[in-house]
């Protein structure tokens, strides 16, 4: 080795081992030792015998990955931008940072073991070995990968709510969940993509019905008679309630809800009485032939005189009348739409029976395409049938032990203020421990107090168990709040710092979201899986491969019986011919010769004839 060697082979051994350990850094190893002794003895054999453009590109490529090595733990410890330091070392599947759950805390309280441990209490009809061999999503809720690839889930029985813009992936991890539920679900959207992603995997597990007036779907729409059942006056007033979508405004137009609620049960209740459907109730609710409502009540010993006395109400002149008649038209506006009427009223579609579907593991998909302003025209249908649904699955609920449904239901309700208004404050508030688990998607926290109010937003915000939220919403001021929402720690530096920074929380890329879980003080940051980047697991190949084993045996199974047939067909009498039916064919078989032999002779003197004549 020359001296020129010598030179040249010093600086690139430095130069080896500051990337060694700037990788290293950048990787989170401990173990760098290793690394560097790689690339030291690397350099040195490449120096020893290489040619100089060999060396030469020794020389440069380590100095490049020192740079870049830097330049990542420069920005991976950087205090002054603290938001794109956590960002980056999300990305590197690193711990973003102080007061986020550390790999211990994932490992002890968000694994699917931890999972496991809580699957007695959440799903009691599932034993020990059940819990073993069945998919993991039977008693968890997976909500994606975060630091150094862990799975971190959640348990079947908290209620979650999903906070994102359009397109950031939220309707795929619904999509997600809605696969792996193994419960009943009523799924609700203003397009097709759940329906279409999730049903054929669904149909294994249930029954499908579609509510789909229009036909996006492309399957026959289910009906529900919201007049049926509405002779009891407390089935009418529940009907009355989910049909009627309350507004946020105070005082009388506050009372005027109420009173409508109670002379639309009157109208329900009156048609129930005369075998009538919602056709009437529109027509006695645009003060016409209101007569007949009230002989239909008194002429039935069902009827209720206190709903009687609601009707002539309807009938007055002055500003309150008016003021129910305008808001029993906004409830029943989607009534004069025959392809909208005809998923409420008797037709040749599959029936809905909400008790039956409670006790079952279907899936209910309501499907309501997008309105031009800002509440969709089905919005009280789509209501009255959740509503339903969910007053059914209390039922089941408090019919069973431990009073819980199990496996539990799923209200997926996606665009849930646009389509389907329900009573969100109180149903997170009571549902869980009954084993109804709701899952509302939103694109903001003002899209919730537009529709139930400031306060109700704040209970939403409170009983909801779980939230993930999805960056690139630009308001600031909702991420504020939840990094409000999630505390604050103190940083390496001793300040008292957020968790979650706000401009954290907006810089997202799509598809990851942070999870702030009941029981758990340190979020995380996961990369959620949408439903088209599913695996087939284990459980799934076992029972497709049973399945075709099935088909092939009963295929196998028909083929031998329809061979036995023919061979049976084909094979002689077991006591031999039947000697008169032999000497019948034989018999009939010589008059035929004979007959033959006769055509035959006649022909040919008829050519002996044709030859003998003269010729002209």
């Known amino acids: 080795m020359n001296v020129l060697t010598l030179v040249l082979a010093v600086p690139a051994v430095l130069a080896a081992v500051t990337a060694a350990l700037a990788g290293s850094a950048m990787l989170g190893l401990t173990a760098w030792v290793p690394v560097t002794g790689a690339g030291l003895g690397l350099t040195l054999w490449l120096l020893w015998g290489a ?46 940072g102080p007061g986020w759950a550390t790999f211990g805390q994932i490992c002890s309280g968000w694994s699917r073991r931890a999972m496991r441990r809580t ?25 994606g990968r975060a630091q150094w690839f862990r799975l971190c889930c959640g348990p079947l029985e908290n209620h979650c709510l999903i906070f994102g813009p ?22 609700t959207s203003t397009d097709t993509d759940l329906a279409d992603q999730t049903a054929p995997h669904r149909a294994k597990l249930g029954g499908l019905l579609f509510i789909d007036p229009e036909g996006l779907t492309g399957h ?62 529109f027509r006695w609710a645009s003060k016409q032939d209101l ?60 029936r809905l029976d909400p008790a039956a579907f409670a006790a079952g593991t279907g899936t209910l998909y309501l499907v309501a395409p997008d309105s031009a302003d800002e509440h969709s025209p089905l919005a009280p249908l789509f209501r009255y049938i959740t509503q339903e649904m ?10 069973r032990r431990p009073r819980r449904l199990d496996p539990p ?73 939840i990094s409000d929402l999630v505390g604050r720690t103190k940083d390496a530096a001793g300040e008292d710092v957020p968790k979650v920074p706000a401009d954290v929380l907006q810089g997202m890329p799509d598809f990851w979201a942070v999870v702030k879980r009941r029981g758990q003080a340190a979020p995380v940051m996961v990369r959620t899986r949408p439903a088209w980047e599913r695996r087939r697991t284990l459980a799934v190949w076992c029972a497709d491969a049973v399945a075709v084993l099935r088909s092939r045996r009963q295929a196998l199974t028909a083929l031998a019986a329809a061979a036995g047939h023919l061979r049976s067909w084909l094979s002689p009498l077991p006591d031999g011919p039947d000697p008169a039916a032999v000497a019948d064919l034989e018999a009939e078989l010589d008059d035929l010769a004979d007959l033959d032999e006769g055509v035959s002779a006649a022909w040919e003197e008829f050519a002996d004839a044709d030859q003998r004549r003269p010729k002209s």
Request: overall charge positive.
């Open 166 to 187: 359009p397109r950031c992936g939220k309707s795929g991890h619904l999509a997600d969940r809605i696969i792996g539920h193994p419960g009943a679900a009523v799924v």
């Open 291 to 350: 007569d007949r409502a009230q002989d239909l009540i008194k002429g039935d010993i069902r009827g209720s005189r206190e709903l009687l006395a609601m009707i002539p109400i309807l009938a007055a002149n002055d500003k309150a009348a008016g003021s129910i008649r305008m808001i029993l038209s906004a409830a029943l506006s989607w009534v004069a739409v025959p392809e909208l009427l005809a998923a409420a009223v008797p037709g040749p579609g599959p």
């Open 119 to 143: 699957a007695a209490q959440t799903r009691p009809g599932l034993g020990r070995r059940a819990r073993l061999v069945r998919p993991a999503t039977d008693y968890l809720v997976r909500y």
């Open 51 to 96: 040619p100089a453009p060999l060396m030469l590109g020794v020389l440069v490529l380590p100095a490049a990955g020192s740079a870049f090595g830097f330049r990542v733990r420069y920005i991976l410890h950087d205090v002054k931008d603290r938001a794109r330091a956590m960002l980056l070392r999300a990305r590197l599947r690193r711990r973003p």
């Open 409 to 481: 239901m799923l209200f997926a309700l996606d665009e849930v203020t646009q389509i389907c208004p329900v009573p969100l404050p109180h149903w997170l508030a009571d549902s869980a421990r009954r084993g109804i688990l709701m899952c509302p998607v939103v694109h903001s926290l003002g899209q919730i107090a537009d529709r139930w109010g400031q306060h109700a937003a704040d209970t939403i915000l409170d009983t909801a168990g779980d939230l993930l939220v999805y960056g690139g919403l630009k308001n600031l001021s909702f991420y504020q709040r």
């Open 390 to 399: 969910h007053f059914a699955a209390r039922r089941a609920a408090s019919a």
């Open 220 to 281: 026959p729409c289910a009906w529900v008679d919201p007049v049926a059942g509405c002779e009891h006056v407390a089935s009418a007033k529940r009907a009355a309630r989910g049909l009627i979508v309350p507004s946020t405004a105070t005082g009388d137009l506050r009372d005027w809800q109420h009173t409508a609620e109670l002379v639309l049960g009157a109208l329900l209740h009156a048609a129930a009485l005369g075998g009538l459907t919602l056709r009437e109730v």
